[in-house]
């Protein structure tokens, strides 16, 4: 069995999701949109939705036994307060978002 890194990246406009083989070359790949589930790209449960597909999808194309590493890249910028439970506190903070200095400190 050839082992797999996955990388997860959670963008502005949708989940994508890679498999890629020690030689770099890609075993498998995915993606869904964020508006397939829900008009609101700001909603944290939107996210997490469009990465569950992602990853149903290359799951099924690959062994998952083969995964032996995980990364998860999103947005730049952009910050989510959670609680302990990593339930949100408040809707996030987006890295294009315009406001004032002040009103993020």
Avoid at 18 to 44: K, T, Y
Avoid at 50 to 69: G, K, P, Y
Wanted: hydrophobic residues 50%.
């Amino acid at each position: 069995m050839v082992p797999l890194a996955v990388g997860i990246d959670i963008g502005t406009s949708g989940s994508r999701a890679v498999a890629m083989r020690p030689d770099f070359s890609i075993a498998a790949s995915a993606a869904a949109p964020l508006d397939r589930f829900g008009a609101n790209g700001r909603d944290p449960a939107v996210w997490w939705a469009a990465v569950e597909a992602t990853l149903q999808e290359l799951l099924s194309q690959i062994d998952r036994d083969a995964v032996r590493a995980i990364a998860v890249d999103g947005t730049s910028g952009t910050l989510l307060p959670i609680d302990s439970a990593g339930r949100p506190l408040a809707e996030p903070l987006m890295y294009n978002d315009k406001v004032p200095d002040a009103a993020i400190l």
